[in-house]
């Protein structure tokens, strides 16, 4: 099983910024992408931005130019910079990864971190 533990939430002013950071834990497992969802109170869980081991990005059109998602394959990270925080950026922020076991890359598995607070105050 491969774990994901996020940090980095805050309550933070607008205007504001945060960096998110997602670190995947567990035994002979390939990464292929990483990304962030969030989930405000009473909203679907929506998809922020999601990175590929090979670097290519997607943002949702919400973020788009004022988030950026990175990763870093040798520690199996993904970071999620948030620039110009707005008060509808308050969700609960998870992190997941799409990954396969060694020797096995055709069948992907999927996990989830457990969430972290983000709360942007007007």
């Known amino acids: 099983q491969v774990h994901l533990v996020e940090s980095g939430g805050d309550l933070v002013q607008a205007g504001g910024s945060l960096r998110l950071s997602c670190a995947a834990s567990?035994?002979?497992?390939?990464?292929?992408?990483m990304g962030w969802h969030r989930q405000a109170p009473g909203k679907q869980r929506e998809l922020v931005a999601v990175?590929?081991?090979?670097?290519?990005?997607n943002y949702a059109d919400s973020v788009k130019g004022r988030f950026t998602i990175s990763r870093d394959n040798a520690k199996n990270t993904v970071y999620l910079q948030m620039n110009s925080l707005k008060p509808e950026d308050t969700a609960v922020y998870y992190c997941?990864?799409?990954?396969?076991?060694?020797?096995?890359?055709?069948?992907?598995?999927?996990?989830w971190g457990q969430g972290t607070q983000v709360t942007v105050s007007s």
């Open positions: 567990g035994s002979s497992f390939s990464i292929t992408a």
């Open positions: 990175t590929t081991r090979n670097g290519s990005t």
């Open positions: 997941n990864a799409d990954f396969y076991y060694s020797g096995t890359p055709t069948l992907l598995y999927g996990s």
